[in-house]
């Protein structure tokens, strides 16, 4: 196979020969001829290097946090819980899951590599302690503070820097990230806002936020506490943690194995790589993804999901001024604010899915059609009808009503919202949070400012996640951005590709 | 005068994507390459009275990584597919020359580069690096003839690369 062709120029010639080479996918002929060029071309070898390197980078920017693209909510198989009493310590329950998984990911995670492998070595000079998963008493070491970054912890005068031994308690990350070092040679990286308790040689307490830990073999066994008596020990992998707001959690393996266990339920899972599970307090534990699948009930999908997918109901809720009226004069007041709310509206089992005209009794008349799918998101569109628009984002509330679960399936309720730059046809988004059954959701958006120019959209996205034999509503529930100026567009913002 | 450890960590964090690339383009697999990585660093403390100064350490990291790379290739099969000696010592040799790190201007410049690019290089770029498609997968992944569609990335490549280059001279650039 050549990647030469009629339309193709030497140089793009050459990068695919490269990135061929890179991926595994040359001939014998191919590869004897791209080591000659590599001998003999001092140019070649040049961009050759550079392309690697360039490559990297570009895998680095891709996906700077390593999360892939969820699979259509189609794809779906079956979960089955496994008793904790049929779990051996090493039982191979499930199989491995394939190694295909974000590079950007391996990029990212090369950091903590480098200094976990490093590190191990220094740790092991000056401290011969057996690792243990018992709890440590206070004041002794546990950990060494690997790098703290552009971490800010909330008690900045006591704030440990970069190489500080650690003792058992707690580490509370206000913003930023910082690596931790177990005397097990465990590494654990926080990402703030994150309130993390280390517990002893081998075991922390994840609280609220999100950690990413990373087992080399001779720490196997390293432990993190979550709320509701949840546990995750590793089988040797590297895996993460977050505990939102509501005290579910999720677990999401990238390589190796877990075992997520709830022992005062008589819960157990094994985790391969590629999975994640999600724990609801008072709700069984649920794998969401398994090996690259998803689940029913699968709640992982997050913003990415719907910005980008082809599952999106679309709808035809309208942004209103608050009394007024017409929605396009909303911005010409200043102060006003542009105001979302949802009231009563009811959905219906997705195996008959029903369409309701909606009528707000308040200010807000919602006066399109919103049609319901199980875990398809209902979603609500405001375009900005004008260049220079300056908005404040102000705080909100989410009440929703999801109705009892089947079987194994926890319910719970996803709100996203996002800023759409029509020049950029980008999507940034503010808010992606779940909320658990029957309760009110705070939208917390930090009175966060944007500006917005004609065909920019903001949108919110609400849908029940899981599947539910019994209705799902959002109550009374309401969002708000303030106009609170108007600019001149700018001139030297580029026109989109 | 040996290094400190904290120097070396932090030396080999700042060049975390050279090293990864350099061991790649030996093995040309990023799973087995991040293996070398990791064992190299490892090495680089256990050794670090044997590394003079900060400029000796990326050289004698590579090098550790060619023979640890090699040796890994040996492993996994009998006859490996891999560069001479003599094309690996040239390869080494000029790679001392893209040390430098990418700098937060760099960065930024590839990040605004990759953002403008269309819809479908987009995609493209998404199939191969965030779901991690490789050869007939990623072809598959974008309803591509295999040999088009490394072309395709090979034309997003350059396209980024030329982008952020034109962007750090001070032009506007588009993709």
Known sequence: ?497 | MALPHDQIVRVLMRHRVQLLAFIRAIVSDVHLAEDILQDVSALAIQKSDAIDGEDHLLPWVRQAARYKAMNALAKRSRQPRAFGDKTLDLIEADWAAHDTAASNDTLDALEQCVERLSPYSRSILDARYKQGHVGDQLAEAVKRKTASVYVQLSRIHNALADCVRRRLAGEVADV
């Open chain 1, 1 to 497: 196979m050549s990647d030469r062709d009629d339309h193709t120029n030497p140089r793009d010639a050459d990068t695919a020969l490269i990135l061929r080479y890179l991926d595994g996918q040359l001939s014998d002929d191919e590869f004897a001829a791209l080591e000659a060029r590599l001998h003999d071309d001092a140019d070649f070898r040049s961009r050759f290097i550079a392309m690697t390197i360039h490559a990297g980078y570009i895998a680095a920017v891709v996906a700077p946090d390593g999360v892939a693209a969820a699979d259509d909510e189609s794809d779906i198989i079956e979960a089955e819980p496994i008793p904790v009493a049929q779990l051996g310590p090493r039982d191979p329950i499930r199989a491995h899951g394939g190694r295909v998984r974000s590079e950007a990911i391996r990029y990212a995670a090369a950091a903590v590599l480098l200094i976990a492998a490093a590190v191990v070595v220094t740790l092991m000079q000056r401290d011969t302690t057996n690792p243990a998963d018992t709890a440590a008493p206070a004041g002794r070491t546990v950990a060494a503070m690997l790098n703290t970054g552009d971490a800010e912890f909330a008690d900045r005068a006591s704030a440990p820097q970069s190489g500080d031994t650690l003792t058992a308690g707690p580490l509370r990350l206000t913003s930023g990230t910082a690596q931790v070092m177990f005397n097990s040679s465990a590494v654990v990286s926080l990402s703030g806002p994150c309130d993390f308790d280390m517990i002893g040689d081998n075991a922390g307490r994840l609280s609220a936020g999100s950690i990413d830990v990373y087992v080399p073999e001779r720490a196997h066994g390293f432990a993190v506490e979550l709320p509701d008596g949840v546990r995750v020990v590793d089988l040797g992998t590297r895996f993460r943690v977050s505990v939102l707001p509501s005290d579910a959690s999720d677990v999401e393996v990238f390589r190796g194995r877990v075992r997520v266990e709830r022992p005062n339920r008589s819960e157990a899972y094994e985790l391969v790589a590629d999975s994640i599970a999600r724990v609801v307090p008072n709700s069984p534990i649920r794998i969401t993804r398994e090996a690259g699948k998803l689940r029913t009930g699968a709640v992982i999908s997050r913003a990415a999901d719907w910005l980008g997918a082809s599952t999106m109901t679309s709808t035809n809720w309208e942004f209103r001024r608050q009394g007024g009226p017409d929605p396009q004069d909303a911005w010409r007041s200043l102060g006003s604010p542009l105001e979302w709310s949802a009231k009563r509206e009811r959905f219906e089992n997705s195996t008959r899915p029903v369409t309701y005209p909606i009528v707000d009794r308040t200010a807000i008349r919602i006066n399109g059609p919103l049609r319901y799918q199980e875990r398809r998101w209902a979603i609500a569109d405001w375009v900005c009808p004008q260049d220079g628009l300056e908005l404040k984002a102000n705080d909100g509330v989410l009440d929703s009503q999801i109705g009892s679960p089947t079987e194994n399936e926890a319910p719970g309720s996803q709100i996203v919202v996002a800023i759409f730059d029509d020049s950029a046809k980008r999507w940034t988004v503010l808010l992606d949070s779940i909320g658990d059954d029957d309760q009110q959701v705070s939208i917390p958006l930090d009175r966060r400012r944007f500006a917005l120019d004609a065909g920019d959209r903001i949108r919110i996205a609400w849908r029940a996640t899981g599947s539910h034999n019994e209705q799902a509503r959002l109550n009374d529930s309401a969002l708000a951005f303030t106009v609170v100026g108007v600019r001149s567009r700018n001139p030297s913002r580029p026109d989109a590709p």
